[in-house]
């Protein structure tokens, strides 16, 4: 996470003590794991807010931007200048989306609770971004929402779809869809948020739209043939105080999730996805990949083959192998 996020976090936290933080904190955990859509805003308070900067931001700011940058493999050329957030929460997908494409200039927030944005704004005020503080916020419900939410050049939702019914999710998808010609919808990588996912990835399809990550192919998932899921994980820092909240111990931690990017227009893709951790021995590498005929396959690369070195160095979620796309 970049420094000035991290420090216009500490900022607002300033003068809140870890122990409150932490009983706010346990309840947002409970309430996220529940796995029941909630009837009432589940950032309904500023405490609530306080402690969801603390303990959520981080890790959304970093798996969005990975997310990003896997929609900036696949579509190279790309350089958007407007983005509309739906459900934004305290806005760490648009933090995300002015590092990745510093050539935007007009981000819109569209969230329900008014402590959110009230934070959301402070924090992005207090920024370096002109992009960031000039942030156009929108008190939202999709309940209330008319179905023309506007047009951008990205259209994203992040960890929003766990909060809807099955109908609801739906509808997001298709506001999502209507709103802009790129698309980026991020679930907790579970195999109820990988779910998600595949319903979201379906309606793209069938919408008309080409999925650019992190599928390399359009066919069913190979991974629900297994009765398994597909998700990512991305390792962020945890701060002295994010370590005090969730009550860890170790310096990092690991957020996993699921994600469809997908695009009206053609895309570059890579003959495969790494699923997994690749897995080192001696002399040889082992990857397990989504592959660009629909199929997960397992591939060994020894010490004699030329992509030896790149194997060693290749990260869970990447494209492979390294550089090489094929265009659809």
Not at 86 to 96: D, K, L, N, R, S
Not at 197 to 223: K, N, Q
Request: glycine share 6%; charged share 20%; proline share 6%.
């Amino acid at each position: 996470m970049p420094s000035s996020l991290r420090d216009c976090i500490d900022d607002a936290l300033a003068g809140t003590t870890a122990a409150s933080l932490t009983t706010r904190v346990e309840r947002l955990i409970g309430t996220y794991r529940s796995g029941t859509t909630p009837v009432t805003p589940i950032l309904a308070s500023a405490d609530d807010v306080l402690a969801y900067a603390a303990y959520r931001m981080p890790a959304t700011y970093a798996v969005v931007r990975a997310a990003l940058q896997q929609l900036q493999f696949g579509v190279p050329d790309f350089q958007p200048r407007t983005l509309v957030d739906f459900g934004a929460g305290t806005g760490a997908v648009a933090w995300a989306v002015a590092e990745v494409w510093p050539m935007v200039t007009g981000v819109t927030l569209l969230e329900q609770s008014a402590a959110a944005i009230e934070l959301g704004s402070r924090l992005m005020r207090s920024s370096s971004s002109v992009v960031l503080q000039s942030a156009a916020w929108q008190q939202w419900r999709l309940s209330a929402i008319e179905a023309d939410a506007g047009h951008a050049d990205v259209a994203t939702a992040a960890y929003v779809l766990g909060e809807l019914t099955e109908q609801q999710q739906a509808v997001l998808v298709g506001l999502l869809m209507a709103s802009a010609p790129t698309v980026v919808v991020i679930e907790p990588g579970t195999p109820a948020g990988f779910a998600r996912i595949i319903r979201a990835r379906t309606a793209l399809i069938d919408g008309g739209f080409t999925i650019v990550a992190p599928c390399p192919h359009e066919f069913t998932c190979p991974m629900l043939e297994r009765g398994d899921w597909c998700h990512f994980a991305e390792r962020l820092d945890r701060s002295r105080l994010h370590r005090s909240v969730k009550a860890g111990e170790l310096s990092y931690e690991d957020e996993k999730y699921s994600y469809v990017a997908a695009v009206r227009g053609p895309v570059h893709r890579p003959a495969a996805r790494i699923l997994r951790h690749p897995q080192l021995r001696k002399g040889l590498v082992s990857l397990e990949l989504c592959t660009s005929s629909g199929a997960a396959a397992d591939e060994l690369i020894s010490k004699s083959q030329d992509l030896y070195k790149a194997a060693r160095n290749a990260r869970w979620g990447a494209p492979w192998p390294p550089f090489r796309a094929e265009r659809q």
